[in-house]
């Protein structure tokens, strides 16, 4: 199991394949597993590497974490597998990194599923900063018919089939109930993030890939990010909401071939 050091904080990654890099940042709380129905596509053709972000996964998880801190590990995980031309590809939380990363460093390009334009203090994080997690891990992020309703609602289309959602559930509700308190807080540090400032200077060819039905990173915010993005493609996916990841991979793989066809064709 590949995992790198830095700064005593221990980061686990997965990689496989050959040819040009693929960097792959899950969203928040995720893991490398988002990627499941994603990765086989890709290392057929490409070297893809799929991190576990500090804080999340099999790394491990301090007491906080900001953008430089993942900025670096980046860096780190660069150097220790000798990748020079790389793409980002980040769903949710991970197109945050996406961006802030590209906006400091040379990259290829660039995809952003599920884009992060800004974050907002919302009702669950004030009861995650202020509420110990005894009144809240139970409510929130363990398996109950609560939980169960709210994230239906929130990451996924009406349109998506009950036994997709049920596969994310299954796939991930252990690993959500056995995370510390301190990674559901990392977000709250970032309230008043806007991407707009570093959206504005990236050069690389960048695609933003939304689902329709996304109530958590609205496609209104990925046309925003799209207008900021001089030069960027944007598709949009009916019938999908956050957790697109799950709901369309066979379309996400098509977008994403495509626009890296052409990335090879323009060289």
Same mark, same amino acid.
């Given at each position: 199991?590949? /995992?790198?050091?830095?700064?005593? @904080? ?34 057929? *053709?490409?070297? @893809? ?34 990748? *020079? ?7 949710? /939380?991970?197109? +945050? +990194? ?32 202020? /509420? =110990? ?9 363990? *398996? ?23 596969? /994310?559930?299954?796939?991930?509700? #252990? ?5 510390? =308190? ?64 799950? #709901?369309?991979? #066979? ?9 890296? #066809? *052409? ?5």
């Amino acid at each position: 199991m590949p /995992f790198i050091f830095r700064s005593d @904080v221990k980061i686990h990654f997965h990689e496989a394949g050959e040819g040009t890099a693929l960097m792959f940042l899950h969203g928040s709380p995720g893991q490398i597993s988002n990627w499941k129905y994603i990765l086989p596509y890709f290392k057929k *053709n490409y070297r @893809v590497i799929a991190v576990d972000l500090r804080g999340y996964g099999k790394s491990d998880k301090p007491d906080f974490v900001s953008i430089s801190d993942y900025i670096g590990d980046i860096d780190t995980i660069r150097e220790e597998l000798g990748i *020079n031309e790389m793409i980002l590809i980040g769903h949710s /939380f991970g197109t +945050l +990194l996406s961006l802030e990363y590209a906006v400091r460093r040379k990259v290829k390009a660039m995809i952003l599923i599920s884009p992060v334009t800004h974050l907002e203090k919302q009702l669950m994080d004030w009861i995650i900063e202020y /509420f =110990p997690p005894i009144f809240w891990k139970p409510l929130l992020f363990s *398996n109950n018919s609560l939980m169960r309703r709210l994230y239906r609602k929130m990451f996924f289309s009406p349109a998506t089939p009950d036994k997709v959602f049920y596969r /994310f559930m299954v796939d991930n509700m #252990e690993y959500i109930e056995s995370l510390p =308190p301190q990674s559901f807080r990392y977000l709250i540090s970032l309230v008043g993030y806007d991407a707009k400032a570093s959206a504005e200077k990236i050069k690389a060819p960048t695609l933003i890939i939304v689902g329709e039905d996304d109530i958590i990173t609205s496609p209104e915010d990925a046309r925003i990010l799209h207008q900021w993005i001089k030069g960027s493609k944007l598709a949009v996916i009916p019938d999908a909401g956050h957790m697109i990841l799950y #709901e369309k991979p #066979e379309e996400i793989c098509d977008i994403i071939e495509d626009f890296l #066809e *052409n990335l090879k064709f323009d060289k």
